[in-house]
């Protein structure tokens, strides 16, 4: 008991882009404009920051790439993305996190995401034993990467030659996680938000968010009921 109440509130770690029209969620357009795919990209953003407020935490910490908009609710610390490949970009965010306890890193991808699918998880009488968090998408990549003893070095081992944004791209992870040694809890499997049946699916899994109601709104005033 005493170990358990001792143990360290965990970090959230977020990578996110700034939601500029063009540079965030293009294979929303079509069928969306890419001014209504940055609204929705904002939107799942703003819902992730909100979702992860709700999870106890010693720190939360955004990792951006470009600078912060109205979407940025208080109570997060932004940080700049380094430059590199996404691969190096994910792991240089662990940096940001010490190893003194343990740190979680999510995308923006995932407005369908619940406090509880990580709160339980990373509870401190839930951790005992375990020496990473890894959360599958279902497009084969992954959505979520926690590591209970955070360093730049074992990150970077994880994540860095990881191929991204291909159908193996989560399985490579596994197989690296397992070569590392490391306990392995497994977080259930979400979807990213990458095309509008995506959307659909994510909005319908959390129709009273804000990216939700946006995408509602933008299928009205088209027409379009999904």
Known sequence: MRAVLAAPPPTLLVIAKEPVPGRVKTRLTPPFTPDQAAALAADALADTLR?????PAGRRLLVL???PGPWLPPGW???PQTAGGLDERLAAAFAHAGPQAPAVLVGMDTPQLTARTLAEPLAAARRAGVDAWYG????GGFWALGLAR???EL???LLVGVPMSAPHTGSTLERRLAAAGLSV????VLRDVDTAADADAAAALAPHGRF???LRSLRAAAGVTG
């Open 155 to 157: 990150a970077r081992r």
């Open 65 to 67: 790439d470009g600078s």
């Open 212 to 214: 939700a109601a946006r």
């Open 51 to 55: 979702t992860l407020a709700a999870v």
């Open 185 to 188: 809890a497994r977080l259930p």
């Open 136 to 139: 599958p998408a279902a497009d």
């Open 77 to 79: 610390e932004v940080v």
């Open 150 to 152: 955070p360093t730049p």
